[in-house]
Structure formats: structure tokens, C-alpha cells
């Protein structure tokens, strides 16, 4: 199998779908087990940081603004994941942890392909 865009283009928007689910998901479970305000912001900012970071991204496919501009968004999106994740460890909040981890796994997944694709 030939490492291409035309090839392995269906898994960016997979793994789009399982960040977005996962950060959903997880905004949802801490607003539901009412949990502290800054946990729920952790997720607010990072569901948002993420959706910014998509929006333009797809922006900068069609090129009417650099490929850059996400990047922050993105780092922002992994650097909030990271803090979720460490407020939420040894805490028995195994179900968060979980879904940040998949969350982060597939933003480092994304960036992975990114690099195989231009290398």
C-alpha cells in the first residue's frame, strides 16, 4: 500500500469524529457528575480550542488562510487535555481519563499522518 493523500485521506475525518465525540462526551460526564467548575471549563476550552483548530484547518485546505493558523488552536486543544487528564488522575475517574487519552491519541494520530504524508 502506497503512503498517499489519496489513500489514507478517510482516516483525518475518522479521527476528527473520535476527538470531537470523545471531548463531547466528556463535557457532558463532568457537567453531569457535578464536578468542579474548572474541570468543566477544561473541557469547554479544549471541545472549543479543538472545534477552532477543525474550522481552520478546513479553512486552510482551500487555501484563504495559511496552513499555520491552527496549529496554536492545537497545541491550546492538547495542552488542556494534558491538564484534564491530570486533574482527573487517581481521582476514580477512570471514564474521563479515558476518553481524554483517546482524545489525545487521535490528535497525535492525525499529526502522525500529516507528517508520513509530506515526508
Not at 19 to 26: D, I, K, P, R, W
Not at 47 to 62: D, N
Not at 89 to 118: C, F, M, P
Amino acid at each position: 500500500m502506497e503512503l498517499s493523500a489519496k489513500t489514507l485521506w478517510p482516516l483525518f475525518p475518522l479521527l476528527l469524529l473520535v476527538v470531537v465525540v470523545c471531548l463531547t462526551t466528556a463535557l457532558v460526564a463532568a457537567v453531569r457528575r457535578n464536578m468542579d467548575r474548572t474541570m468543566i471549563r477544561i473541557q469547554a476550552g479544549a471541545l472549543m480550542c479543538y472545534g477552532l483548530a477543525a474550522v481552520t484547518a478546513i479553512a486552510s485546505e482551500g487555501g484563504g488562510i495559511s496552513s499555520h493558523v491552527h496549529r496554536p488552536f492545537s497545541i491550546l486543544t492538547q495542552v488542556l487535555i494534558v491538564w484534564a487528564i491530570a486533574r482527573c488522575w487517581g481521582k476514580e475517574r477512570r471514564s474521563l481519563v479515558a476518553l481524554n487519552v483517546t482524545a489525545l491519541a487521535a490528535i497525535l494520530g492525525d499529526a502522525a499522518l500529516h507528517y508520513l504524508l509530506v515526508r
